[in-house]
């Protein structure tokens, strides 16, 4: 990987964490200070909750894909090691999942009007698990590469034996 590209995307999760980390702050000081606006037309104090917990699984996936990152410039990605990161990107997709789904529940009372926003959202839930499957797959062809590695190592020793 080109240092370009490994400079671009961490800027993108610089950015990326610096506005989770934004939107977090704005959501605690709208529960500490009480200066909420809540008409009762939504629930905005159990959405501000959740959307702190959604931000959480950003940033863990985040700080999880700078490492995974991080190995790859130092050629170090296809190790046992790699495997910890992907695992917790998948656990933090798959929560992030059941944060989106809780949101859809919150506002589902507010759809009954409109039942296919709510029909939407749980459809925008189920392709946020497609994610997570993917990067499942993908993990799965790490596992493949790193038993490659393995092997080609163990050759090359054998090999060098020879000669």
């Not at 990987?1 to 980390?21: I, Q």
Request: with cysteine; glycine share 8%; proline share 3%.
């Amino acid at each position: 990987m080109g240092k370009l590209t490994v400079r671009a995307l961490r800027a993108v999760l610089a950015v990326v964490l610096a506005g989770t980390v934004f939107v977090q702050a704005s959501m605690v000081w709208a529960l500490v200070s009480g200066n909420d606006p809540e008409d009762g037309s939504l629930p905005l104090t159990p959405l501000r909750v959740v959307t702190i917990l959604g931000m959480v699984s950003v940033q863990v996936a985040l700080v999880c894909v700078w490492r995974l990152l991080a190995m790859v410039r130092r050629g170090t990605v296809f190790s046992h090691a790699a495997f910890r990161y992907v695992d917790v990107v998948i656990g933090a997709i798959v929560s992030a999942a059941l944060v989106w789904f809780a949101v859809t529940a919150i506002n589902a009372p507010g759809q009954r009007d409109d039942p296919g926003v709510t029909l939407i959202m749980g459809g925008v839930g189920v392709a946020i698990l497609g994610i997570a499957l993917m990067v499942l797959v993908l993990r799965m062809l790490l596992t493949q590469a790193v038993a490659r590695d393995v092997e080609a190592t163990q050759m090359q020793a054998e090999l060098d034996e020879v000669i």
